[in-house]
């Protein structure tokens, strides 16, 4: 396993001046944004697609630094209902894909997307009940449209041999395991999950239990290392789907936390452990959105925490059990 991170918090530094100061620290993998909600501030697909002089520099300068990227980043709509942002969407993955094929890189991280509620609807709709059962109806129409997507983006990605790395998240279609593992099993194999932990907390979900179930379909394509902690005063008066301002801390149900600072080390030692088990032996890419520290300590602490927590070697014989 290696630890890499999700660059964004980084942003008002070069690629270079960002991998010099995770090299420092002791990161070995960065995800950059290649467009969407991350932006591409070190990674510009305009830059470096189809363009071999720009893709060299970059191999020469993550070798300078000893550092290669686990993932392009593209977190989109690609199922808006407005045909003008859908299709941005669907440009910034399917340039995403032609990217990573050209650069060596295995896998794309995005969203599944959200459609409206119906054909006429302005706006999407996130459901997360069957009654009334327009809901129910909507949910229907809801997955015929992302599965005709996705078929076809998934075949596209299989052309180019990538795996496309879906983060489970509350306003999009796919938002928990199973939603994961019924849109991987509709399309191809090449649809997976980009394994988030901050978002299936808040939702009470086991995430040991999830990645086990994940691991059962093969599904895990990348790993996203963030934490989350629910403030039970808040939660009880109002419970977890809240929507007051990330920046009102004191007044939310859950905030996003640096590694360690939702859940212990012990939990996150269990965590990487259950990874291993269902032969996940990738990269942890921390992703900072923490409002109660700065980007720079809390990628710090989320590093010397994952340092005692990943395995840097494969196991051995079990000669014990002879």
């Known amino acids: 396993m290696d630890i890499g991170v999700h660059t964004p918090p980084l942003a008002d530094e070069s690629l270079e001046g960002a991998l010099d100061y995770l090299s420092e620290i002791g990161v070995d993998a960065i995800e950059p944004g290649v467009g969407g909600f991350p932006g591409q501030d070190h990674l510009s697909r305009e830059e470096y697609l189809d363009d071999e002089d720009a893709q060299a520099e970059l191999d020469d300068l993550l070798e300078e630094y000893e550092m290669h990227v686990s993932a392009l980043a593209t977190h989109n709509n690609p199922l808006h209902p407005d045909?003008?942002?859908?299709?941005?969407?669907?440009?910034?993955?399917?340039?995403?894909?032609?990217?990573a094929d050209q650069i060596d890189v295995d896998v794309v991280t995005c969203f599944s997307g959200l459609p409206a509620g119906g054909p006429e609807d302005e706006v999407p709709n996130w459901i997360t009940a069957p009654w009334p059962t327009e809901h129910a109806k909507a949910h229907e129409y809801q997955w015929d449209v992302a599965v005709d997507y996705w078929s076809d983006l998934a075949a596209f990605a299989d052309d180019h041999g990538i795996d496309l790395a879906i983060e489970m998240h509350p306003?999009?279609?796919?938002?928990?395991?199973?939603?994961?593992?019924?849109l991987r099993e509709e399309t191809n194999d090449r649809v997976g999950a980009n394994v988030d932990p901050s978002h299936l907390y808040w939702q009470?979900?086991?995430?040991?239990?999830?990645?086990?179930?994940?691991?059962e379909h093969d599904a895990i394509h990348h790993f996203h290392a963030k934490d989350t902690k629910v403030y039970e005063e808040q939660a009880r008066?109002?419970?977890v789907l809240d929507t007051t301002a990330y920046d009102d801390e004191p007044n939310r149900s859950w905030l996003?936390?640096?590694?360690?600072?939702g859940h212990g080390e012990s939990h996150w030692k269990d965590l990487v452990s259950t990874l291993r088990m269902v032969d996940y032996d990738a990269t942890l890419s921390i992703?900072?959105?923490?409002?109660?520290?700065?980007?720079r300590e809390g990628l710090e602490k989320a590093v010397e925490l994952l340092e005692r927590a990943v395995f840097r070697t494969q196991p051995g014989e079990a000669y014990w059990a002879e």
């Open 287 to 295: 992703e900072h959105e923490d409002s109660l520290t700065s980007s």
């Open 237 to 239: 008066e109002k419970g």
């Open 83 to 99: 045909d003008e942002r859908a299709a941005e969407a669907n440009t910034e993955l399917r340039e995403a894909i032609r990217l």
């Open 171 to 182: 306003n999009m279609l796919v938002y928990e395991p199973h939603g994961m593992a019924r």
């Open 256 to 261: 996003f936390r640096s590694v360690g600072y």
């Open 204 to 215: 009470g979900i086991s995430i040991t239990d999830a990645i086990r179930f994940l691991g």
